[in-house]
């Protein structure tokens, strides 16, 4: 009788380990969106909270889209353990420094995974991940843009509000380009 041998998995435990790892990267990612969110909403930010709850939500659609391939290549995606997130900042520019920091971690954690999977030759897994390359670089440049903000208005006078202003505007024009790359 042939005996038919099907793999269990099409990744390796150390590929499947360290997508597990950016799992909960991108999880930390979200509930770090979440508490500055939060924090914006209390004090009264509301654009730059909408623009927080909404990048939310969007690091969620990250961490699912992680777990959902790691499940469907035979791996087991494993959901995260969140703690010590930070629910304090000294102002609202930090809040913002905060965001550009964060993402510029993310996305060497990215290059590095992209990195390990080429030289793995898991060259499935290294495609899959140049979506979350292209979206690091894009969500770099936003966090730049917002720290800017910042720099050029400044924090004085109405400079807040005019901040907080900007910011909405930045999600407007966030959501029409994402409706209209749905529409395609
Ligand atoms: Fe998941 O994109 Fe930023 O962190």
Known sequence: MKTVITAKTSLTPEV?????KQVRLEGLSAFYYLAMASWC????????AEFL????????????KLMHYINEAGGHALAPEI????YEFNSFREVFDHVLEHEITVSRAI?????FCFQEKDFATFQFLQWYVNEQREEEAMARRLVELFDIIGEEGQGIWLIDQE?????????AERAAEEGK
């Open 41 to 48: 909403e209390n004090r009264g930010y509301l654009n730059a």
């Open 111 to 115: 290059s590095n995974l992209a990195d």
């Open 167 to 175: 910011i909405g505007k930045m999600l407007k024009k966030l959501k």
């Open 16 to 20: 499947e380990s360290k997508l597990n």
């Open 83 to 86: 703690s010590n997130l930070r």
């Open 53 to 64: 709850y909404d990048h939310f939500e969007e690091e969620k659609m990250h961490m699912l």
